[in-house]
């Protein structure tokens, strides 16, 4: 089996980690980052893009660029609110009221778990290239309010992304996992987690390896890109007012708005007032139109006012069912990139008159939490005890409507909850439970998790038989309900892995389709790599030519010249009537060219290294001035070759001719060594007699 890893898969950026050496390590992307924009994109070549890549490009490709898209995960159509429905891209409704996203390049729609699982995919391919190793496994963070219909959507992106989803955990928790791995004092803590699309709070007790999850709350609806969306009214509201033009109208300029947006919330968090300027934001019969603005903080703390207000009930909740005041909290750890707002921690340290622990990266805590809790299920941490918490209530449907709840919200899981019930009339043999999930008194109000009968109870009066319905919730939180009529025996059961809106069927085709379109994708992307590496091979070598004609002149080069420049030609003509065959063909000739002049051109350095050598050594000793080489050899004239100042012992014969060579003469002196072409040497000094010969 492959590794294990930890991931938190975010509404604006996701974040992958694993443990090594007992720790866990965040890894980093091919581009070098260490968090991912949780952006899917196709380009006008249908090629998948996802994090980076795909963010840059949104602004001229909004309808095929998809962002947010955590929110709509385990959503029916009709739960959503218009303005999570403003988005540049489009989203519709299919016949069973989920939701779909088109993709007008691909002409195809996608559920929101599709293209979650092209991020999954993505972060997993880049876990893989750090590793070394397959990864097979991995443990997915959710939002602690997330229901079993939104996490059951969370799982089955896993699926679709090739991974088996060992564990769903709720944010806080992995947030906390990772603050106290250390920690062997009793705590109580307090997780405030901010993220793009969802808030959370979680209060848990620490200490000696035990995690226990007193109480959770929070708001899936609620996070930093609502905070956006407050500057993108603001602005849009300003120039509808000065140009009479509704931006909100126009995909590429809500785009605009929306980067904006984002980037002034973050300058805001630094500083006190932030410039917007957006030239060419639109065009009318008057020409084009540009933005201009300026956001200063106390501006946008009075445009997000309600939504500090929308933070407030989640704590006070959170607090109460744990059965602790603010006074009972020790420690406060800040979550999520939307934490850095100023005034969300001011709001903090009024609740709690505590300092954040602001000594962890709120961008990264939650992946870390995630891979350790990833390294227990893989048996690499011990004597670590986590024990969550269900979100939401648990019961079944009663007669008139109402709701009764088996399992309060909060019960720590693993658990085991049953009930009594009777039938509603006379000789009633068959009874249906449902299921659902939810706070409020009314099923219908609540989350339907499924529904299953039990047949065959003995025809009595209403009120008479008694039906033992029992929830079971294991810590992965997947549900099984058994109904028992205790007077046949007879039960019925249902195992309920999260209302899940995606049927069997559905999954398994998607599961298909993303190895299908991986496949093609990795050939989009080789196809692509391959053109590249051509035209870079084509510069690659011409650059050599010209780099060995001016190392050793242009006749060595010639002789490559006509063969690179045709082959260059055909790898030119093969990418414009995009003939791979060709191509490939192509690329071998020049490689193989390259591979010879890179040959000669190092045999050709070797050799000129050598004559160097010894060149630098005859001058070393011998001298370089000519006069004093020609004084050292001076010796008594011979008469024998007209008097020239010749080596007693000299003939012409030595070399070939009548007149003395330009190359050295050999000569041997007493008790010297020859100098030669192969054998390097000096005479002694002592060694010269001017009345011998030699």
Same mark, same amino acid.
């Given at each position: 089996?492959?590794?294990?890893?930890?991931?938190?898969?975010?509404?604006?950026?996701?974040?992958?980690?694993?443990?090594?050496?007992?720790?866990?390590?965040?890894?980093?992307?091919?581009?070098?980052?260490?968090?991912?924009?949780?952006?899917?994109?196709?380009?006008?070549?249908?090629?998948?893009?996802?994090?980076?890549?795909?963010?840059?490009?949104?602004?001229?490709?909004?309808?095929?660029?998809?962002?947010?898209?955590?929110?709509?995960?385990?959503?029916?159509?009709?739960?959503?609110?218009?303005?999570?429905?403003?988005?540049?891209?489009?989203?519709?409704?299919?016949?069973?009221?989920?939701?779909?996203?088109?993709?007008?390049?691909?002409?195809?729609?996608?559920?929101?778990?599709?293209?979650?699982?092209?991020?999954?995919?993505?972060?997993?391919?880049?876990?893989?290239?750090?590793?070394?190793?397959?990864?097979?496994?991995?443990?997915?963070?959710?939002?602690?309010?997330?229901?079993?219909?939104?996490? +059951?959507?969370?799982?089955? /992106?896993?699926?679709?992304?090739?991974?088996?989803?060992?564990?769903?955990?709720?944010?806080?928790?992995?947030? /906390?996992?990772?603050?106290?791995?250390?920690?062997?004092?009793?705590?109580?803590?307090?997780?405030?987690?901010?993220?793009?699309?969802?808030?959370?709070?979680?209060?848990?007790?620490?200490?000696?390896?035990?995690?226990?999850?007193?109480?959770?709350?929070?708001?899936?609806?609620?996070?930093?890109?609502?905070?956006?969306?407050?500057?993108?009214?603001?602005?849009?509201?300003?120039?509808?007012?000065?140009?009479?033009?509704?931006?909100?109208?126009?995909?590429?300029?809500?785009?605009?708005?929306?980067?904006?947006?984002?980037?002034?919330?973050?300058?805001?968090?630094?500083?006190?007032?932030?410039?917007?300027?957006?030239?060419?934001?639109?065009?009318?019969?008057?020409?084009?139109?540009?933005?201009?603005?300026?956001?200063?903080?106390?501006?946008?703390?009075?445009?997000?006012?309600?939504?500090?207000?929308?933070?407030?009930?989640?704590?006070?909740?959170?607090?109460?069912?744990?059965?602790?005041?603010?006074?009972?909290?020790?420690?406060?750890?800040?979550?999520?990139?939307?934490?850095?707002?100023?005034?969300?921690?001011?709001?903090?340290?009024?609740?709690?008159?505590?300092?954040?622990?602001?000594?962890?990266?709120?961008?990264?805590?939650?992946?870390?939490?995630?891979?350790? +809790?990833?390294?227990?299920?893989?048996?690499?941490?011990?004597?670590?005890?986590?024990?969550?918490?269900?979100?939401?209530?648990?019961?079944?449907?009663?007669?008139?409507?109402?709701?009764?709840?088996?399992?309060?919200?909060?019960?720590?899981?693993?658990?085991?909850?049953?009930?009594?019930?009777?039938?509603?009339?006379?000789?009633?043999?068959?009874?249906?439970?449902?299921?659902?999930?939810?706070?409020?008194?009314? /099923?219908?109000?609540?989350?339907?998790?499924?529904?299953?009968?039990?047949?065959?109870?003995?025809?009595?009066?209403?009120?008479?038989?008694?039906? +033992?319905?029992?929830?079971?919730?294991?810590?992965?939180?997947?549900?099984?309900?058994?109904?028992?009529?205790?007077?046949?025996?007879?039960?019925?059961?249902?195992?309920?892995?999260?209302?899940?809106?995606?049927?069997?069927?559905?999954?398994?085709?998607?599961?298909?389709?993303?190895?299908?379109?991986?496949?093609?994708?990795?050939?989009?992307?080789?196809?692509?790599?391959?053109?590249?590496?051509?035209?870079?091979?084509?510069?690659?070598?011409?650059?050599?030519?010209?780099?060995?004609?001016?190392?050793?002149?242009?006749?060595?080069?010639?002789?490559?010249?006509?063969?690179?420049?045709?082959?260059?030609?055909?790898?030119?003509?093969?990418?414009?009537?995009?003939?791979?065959?060709?191509?490939?063909?192509?690329?071998?000739?020049?490689?193989?060219?390259?591979?010879?002049?890179?040959?000669?051109?190092?045999?050709?350095?070797?050799?000129?290294?050598?004559?160097?050598?010894?060149?630098?050594?005859?001058?070393?000793?011998?001298?370089?001035?000519?006069?004093?080489?020609?004084?050292?050899?001076?010796? +008594?004239?011979?008469?024998?070759?007209?008097?020239?100042?010749?080596?007693?012992?000299?003939?012409?014969?030595?070399?070939?001719?009548?007149?003395?060579?330009?190359?050295?003469?050999?000569?041997?002196?007493?008790?010297?060594?020859?100098?030669?072409?192969?054998?390097?040497?000096?005479?002694?000094?002592?060694?010269?007699?001017?009345?011998?010969?030699?």
């Amino acid at each position: 089996m492959g590794r294990v890893v930890g991931i938190d898969l975010g509404t604006t950026n996701s974040v992958i980690a694993v443990m090594e050496g007992g720790r866990p390590v965040v890894i980093p992307n091919s581009e070098g980052s260490r968090i991912t924009p949780s952006v899917v994109a196709f380009n006008k070549e249908g090629e998948l893009l996802v994090g980076q890549m795909a963010r840059r490009q949104a602004v001229l490709n909004p309808q095929n660029t998809y962002y947010g898209i955590k929110r709509f995960m385990g959503r029916k159509y009709s739960e959503l609110s218009e303005a999570s429905k403003r988005v540049p891209y489009t989203i519709r409704r299919d016949e069973l009221d989920n939701i779909k996203i088109r993709c007008p390049r691909l002409k195809k729609e996608f559920a929101p778990e599709e293209i979650s699982a092209m991020i999954l995919r993505r972060l997993a391919e880049e876990a893989e290239r750090y590793l070394g190793e397959e990864v097979t496994g991995a443990v997915i963070t959710v939002p602690a309010y997330f229901n079993d219909s939104q996490r +059951q959507a969370t799982r089955d /992106a896993g699926r679709i992304a090739g991974l088996e989803v060992l564990r769903i955990i709720n944010e806080p928790t992995a947030a /906390a996992l990772a603050y106290g791995l250390d920690k062997r004092k009793n705590e109580r803590i307090l997780v405030f987690d901010l993220g793009g699309g969802t808030f959370d709070v979680s209060i848990l007790e620490v200490g000696d390896g035990v995690f226990e999850v007193k109480a959770t709350s929070g708001d899936t609806q609620l996070g930093g890109n609502d905070f956006d969306k407050k500057i993108v009214d603001w602005l849009a509201d300003r120039f509808l007012e000065e140009e009479g033009v509704d931006l909100r109208k126009d995909r590429q300029a809500l785009q605009r708005l929306t980067e904006a947006a984002e980037k002034a919330k973050i300058e805001l968090s630094g500083v006190s007032v932030s410039e917007i300027n957006l030239p060419f934001i639109t065009a009318t019969e008057d020409g084009p139109k540009h933005l201009e603005a300026t956001l200063t903080r106390a501006q946008f703390e009075e445009l997000c006012g309600d939504l500090v207000s929308r933070l407030r009930k989640p704590l006070q909740r959170a607090l109460k069912d744990a059965g602790m005041t603010p006074f009972d909290i020790d420690e406060v750890i800040l979550v999520g990139g939307s934490t850095r707002i100023p005034m969300v921690q001011d709001l903090v340290r009024s609740f709690i008159d505590l300092e954040p622990n602001q000594n962890i990266n709120p961008d990264e805590v939650v992946a870390m939490g995630a891979a350790i +809790q990833a390294g227990i299920l893989a048996g690499e941490v011990e004597d670590i005890l986590l024990l969550d918490v269900t979100p939401l209530s648990i019961g079944v449907e009663t007669v008139g409507g109402l709701t009764k709840k088996v399992v309060p919200r909060n019960t720590t899981i693993p658990v085991r909850r049953s009930e009594i019930f009777s039938t509603s009339e006379n000789n009633q043999t068959t009874v249906e439970i449902h299921v659902v999930q939810g706070e409020r008194e009314m /099923a219908a109000d609540n989350k339907s998790l499924g529904r299953f009968k039990l047949t065959g109870i003995p025809p009595a009066p209403r009120g008479v038989p008694q039906i +033992q319905v029992s929830f079971d919730i294991d810590a992965n939180g997947i549900l099984q309900v058994i109904a028992r009529d205790k007077t046949t025996g007879r039960e019925q059961s249902i195992v309920i892995q999260g209302a899940s809106n995606l049927p069997p069927s559905e999954i398994e085709r998607m599961i298909k389709e993303a190895e299908e379109f991986a496949q093609l994708d990795r050939q989009r992307r080789e196809r692509v790599e391959k053109r590249n590496r051509a035209r870079a091979l084509a510069d690659q070598a011409q650059r050599r030519l010209r780099e060995v004609a001016l190392d050793f002149g242009s006749q060595f080069a010639n002789r490559y010249r006509q063969d690179i420049d045709n082959i260059c030609k055909e790898i030119l003509d093969a990418l414009e009537k995009e003939d791979d065959r060709r191509l490939d063909k192509s690329i071998a000739d020049l490689e193989d060219v390259l591979y010879e002049l890179n040959r000669e051109a190092r045999l050709q350095y070797k050799q000129e290294e050598g004559e160097g050598f010894f060149e630098s050594i005859k001058k070393t000793f011998m001298g370089d001035d000519e006069e004093e080489y020609d004084w050292r050899r001076q010796r +008594q004239p011979n008469p024998r070759y007209g008097n020239r100042d010749y080596p007693a012992n000299y003939s012409p014969r030595d070399n070939g001719d009548s007149y003395p060579s330009a190359n050295p003469p050999r000569y041997k002196p007493e008790g010297g060594y020859r100098i030669g072409k192969k054998n390097l040497s000096i005479p002694y000094e002592n060694d010269w007699d001017d009345d011998d010969d030699w």
